[in-house]
Every structure is written in structure tokens, then in C-alpha cells.
């Protein structure tokens, strides 16, 4: 999908039925509707642009998540959408072979960039942003919990969530969370 207001709270039973036909007992809650839709498709919702995200980006991402993808541009709107096809069937190994692909296509450098600027936080997602993971400790440190007979970390930090909605990805069941901020940015990485 692509727009910029906000998403309802619940689906209307009448237009539901006006429009496909399907009798319901009462109106759906929203979040009802994307659970199940979550089980058969990969939406997304794409912004048209920076302006009008600050309408609705926080809305779409409670549902969401990192399925919200803020374009720059709308004229980047087809590249975009071809770009999550791409990464999500596994064409492109990554943000780097996704650009080489456009580059050939004599899409501008602006726009290039534009496009990949905006599907960085979910290429991050699947480990496709061409950020290699952080390293834990060092030769010392794991030196010292061999020492004690400790287990090694399983701090994996190439998962993280950045609340200015540029990049947003979740951290697994099992990983630690650390938070720190980046004075004066107003992001916050957890």
C-alpha cells in the first residue's frame, strides 16, 4: 500500500460488505486484519515522502513495524516496491547488488540513493544492509572467561531499533538489549 494517512482502528462490516460482498458481525479491529493478512502476504506501507511521514509513520509502524518504508520521493514509489519484491524473493543478495541492478537501469545518482536510503532499515531486517555484525569482547576478553570457565556472549548486535523511524528492526527473543542515544539526534538505539 501507499498513502499517508493515518490507518483506521477497525474495518467497517459495511464496507466490507458494500465493497467485497462478505457479511461480518461486527466491525474488525485493524490490528485483527493485519495479524491475519501478516499470515498469508508481506505488506508494506509506503510514504510518499519525508513531509507527510510525520503524519502517520508512527501509526502505520505500531502495525507494522519495519514494514514501513518512508520514501524521499514519491517518483521513487515503482523502484521502491520493486526493490522489497526483490529482497523479499531473494534476487538481490543485498542492498549492494540491489544498487548495481539500478545503476544499470541509468536511474539517477540522487535517486539511487534515495532508494536505498529507504529500504536500508528493512534490508537491515534480513541482515542485507551490508553492515557486517558488531564483534563481541576480543582476544583478552575471551581469555578471561575461558579463565573462569565462562560461556562466550550471545550478544549478537546486528539487530537493533532505532526509535527515529529511519531504521527499526527487533531484537530476537534471546539477544540482551542496551540502549544509548546519540546526543541531539533523537535517535535511540536499544
Given at each position: 500500500?501507499?498513502?499517508?494517512?493515518?490507518?483506521?482502528?477497525?474495518?467497517?462490516?459495511?464496507?466490507?460488505?458494500?465493497?467485497?460482498?462478505?457479511?461480518?458481525?461486527?466491525?474488525?479491529?485493524?490490528?485483527?486484519?493485519?495479524?491475519?493478512?501478516?499470515?498469508?502476504?508481506?505488506?508494506?506501507?509506503?510514504?510518499?515522502?519525508?513531509?507527510?511521514?510525520?503524519?502517520?509513520?508512527?501509526?502505520?509502524?505500531?502495525?507494522?513495524?519495519?514494514?514501513?518504508i518512508c520514501l524521499e520521493d514519491p517518483t521513487d514509489t515503482v523502484e521502491?516496491?520493486?526493490?522489497?519484491?526483490?529482497?523479499?524473493?531473494?534476487?538481490?543478495?543485498?542492498?549492494?547488488?540491489?544498487?548495481?541492478?539500478?545503476?544499470?537501469?541509468?536511474?539517477?545518482?540522487?535517486?539511487?540513493?534515495?532508494?536505498?536510503?529507504?529500504?536500508?532499515?528493512?534490508?537491515?531486517?534480513?541482515?542485507?544492509?551490508?553492515?557486517?555484525?558488531?564483534?563481541?569482547?576480543?582476544?583478552?576478553?575471551?581469555?578471561?572467561?575461558?579463565?573462569?570457565?565462562?560461556?562466550?556472549?550471545?550478544?549478537?548486535?546486528?539487530?537493533?531499533?532505532?526509535?527515529?523511524?529511519?531504521?527499526s528492526r527487533s531484537l530476537a527473543p534471546h539477544e540482551p538489549v542496551f540502549?544509548?542515544?546519540?546526543?541531539?539526534?533523537?535517535?535511540?538505539?536499544?
Amino acid at each position: 500500500m501507499t498513502g499517508d494517512g493515518r490507518p483506521y482502528g477497525f474495518v467497517s462490516r459495511k464496507q466490507v460488505n458494500q465493497r467485497i460482498g462478505d457479511t461480518l458481525e461486527q466491525d474488525l479491529p485493524v490490528t485483527q486484519v493485519v495479524d491475519e493478512l501478516q499470515l498469508t502476504y508481506e505488506p508494506f506501507v509506503l510514504i510518499p515522502d519525508l513531509a507527510r511521514r510525520r503524519n502517520c509513520e508512527r501509526d502505520w509502524r505500531e502495525l507494522l513495524g519495519d514494514r514501513v518504508i518512508c520514501l524521499e520521493d514519491p517518483t521513487d514509489t515503482v523502484e521502491v516496491a520493486a526493490g522489497l519484491v526483490g529482497l523479499c524473493e531473494g534476487a538481490f543478495s543485498d542492498l549492494a547488488a540491489l544498487a548495481r541492478h539500478l545503476k544499470k537501469q541509468d536511474l539517477s545518482r540522487q535517486r539511487l540513493g534515495a532508494v536505498i536510503r529507504a529500504l536500508t532499515p528493512f534490508a537491515a531486517t534480513l541482515g542485507w544492509d551490508g553492515i557486517p555484525p558488531a564483534r563481541v569482547g576480543g582476544r583478552a576478553a575471551a581469555h578471561e572467561r575461558r579463565q573462569l570457565g565462562a560461556p562466550a556472549p550471545a550478544l549478537i548486535l546486528s539487530r537493533f531499533r532505532v526509535a527515529s523511524g529511519r531504521t527499526s528492526r527487533s531484537l530476537a527473543p534471546h539477544e540482551p538489549v542496551f540502549t544509548w542515544a546519540q546526543p541531539d539526534s533523537g535517535a535511540c538505539f536499544e
